[in-house]
Every structure is written in C-alpha cells, then in structure tokens.
C-alpha cells in the first residue's frame, strides 16, 4: 500500500513558467515532509522539507505548501529554468517511534522546455 | 557540506557472482540507508542501520545482506547477483535527532548491469 503517492509521472512547463508538483499522503502520523531532485545518474538532492506545524516554507524560487487536513503537499518552482528538468522525490517521516525511515513516492520527471 | 560517496559509479558483474558495494559518510551521522531506484519504483528501501553493527531490513531486503562495522562505512551484498538485481544503488545517511524530522543525504549511485 503505498503511502506517499505522487499521481502525475511526469511534468513538462514552458521556461520561467511556474511548476507546480503534487503529492499525496494517506499516514496521518507523517509529520515531515521533503523534496528530493534527481537528475540521471547522479544521487537524489535535497530540495526543501516542510514540518507539519507549518503550511508554507519558501527557499528562492522553490516553495513547498501542506495542506495537512486534505493530506497533500505540492512543490511550486517559479519561474521554472531548464536545469530544473529532473526527477522529483516526496518524501515524508513519522513522528516518533523507531522508525528511522522516510517514505518516498515514485517520482514526478520533470521537463521545463526552453 | 555532507558527504557520501560510493565505491564505484558503474558495475558490471556475472549472474552468481558475490558484489559488493560500499558507501561511506564523513558527517558522523548514526543513520545510513541503502535504496535501489528502478524506473517508476522510485526508491525502495533494502536495508537500514542506525548505529554501528545494528541492522533492519527495509522493504526488499531478499537477495541482499549489509555490514556495518564502523560508523562511518555501510556495505551492501549481493550474496548471489541476479539480473533482476541489475538496477542503481544509492547509500544515504542522516544524523540521529531527538525530535526526529532527519534530512536524508544520498551518495552518487552506483549503477550495477548483472549480466
């Protein structure tokens, strides 16, 4: 059963349009959230995370908002640039526990066109 | 800056062969993880340690082994490599927080081709 769900497998925008990545969540005992970039070949990077306390956090161009009572989160990139074309990783951690792990969705590529 | 850096970015072994793979961390973190990352899988969690000779499976542990001597380095095994194994390997680590809400960080992967 998959608990982090990223619906769309891929995402292609116009350069310096904006990029919206959704993803969805069904543990209500996740408390933090984190975006993962991957370009081919190369290891997963962090992005930006968010915790459950908030319901916005803004790192430059990249925002992540949660909306905890729909049980979703998405990742807005404005404007969108070319080097951003990758795969994008949600990923989410529970509270407490001895769960050291996070659970991560299968990745949204996305494409930004010149 | 973390850093994570893996053995070998590219492998190519035999069916039946014994591979293994290293990862090692430079930030003193407790936590190492190693995933395998197929196209529309995303990242499945073979094995975890959280402290030095401490181990649990992840979500497809079959087929798979790990070592953790020192806290720094984290091997996976293929006691018996299989094409179905051919994929790409990533290591991650995070440190151990009180309040959990820990940032993995990953390695470059390792891209194994088991022939």
């Known amino acids: 059963d998959q608990q982090v769900k990223q619906n769309s497998p891929s995402l292609s925008v116009q350069e310096g349009r904006i990029s919206i990545l959704n993803c969805d969540y069904t543990n209500s005992m996740f408390d933090y959230f984190l975006w993962y970039k991957k370009y081919p070949a190369e290891g997963p990077t962090f992005l930006i995370s968010?915790?459950?306390?908030?319901d916005k956090n803004e790192d430059g161009r990249f925002t992540v908002f949660l909306n905890k009572s729909a049980k979703h989160l998405s990742l807005h990139i404005v404007p969108s640039q070319p080097g951003d074309s990758a795969v994008y990783f949600c990923?989410?951690?529970?509270?407490?526990?001895?769960?050291?792990?996070?659970?991560f969705g299968k990745g949204t590529l996305l494409t930004v066109n010149p | 800056d973390v850093k994570v850096t893996q053995s070998s970015r590219y492998l190519v072994k035999r069916t039946g062969e014994k591979v293994f793979l290293e990862c090692v961390q430079d930030?003193?973190?407790?936590?190492m993880f190693w995933y395998r990352q197929d196209p529309g899988l995303g990242l499945r969690l073979i094995y975890f340690s959280y402290d030095v000779k401490m181990k649990e499976k992840g979500d497809i542990p079959e087929g798979y082994s790990v070592s953790r001597e020192k806290k720094e380095r984290f091997s996976l095994i293929l006691e018996s490599a299989s094409t179905n194994q051919t994929s790409m390997y990533l290591c991650?680590?995070?440190?151990?927080?009180?309040?959990?809400?820990?940032?993995?960080?990953f390695g470059p992967g390792t891209r194994l081709l088991v022939l």
């Open positions: 930030m003193d973190h407790e936590n």
């Open positions: 991650a680590s995070s440190p151990l927080l009180a309040g959990g809400q820990e940032t993995q960080y």
């Open positions: 968010i915790s459950s306390i908030k």
């Open positions: 990923a989410a951690d529970s509270i407490g526990g001895s769960n050291y792990k996070l659970t």
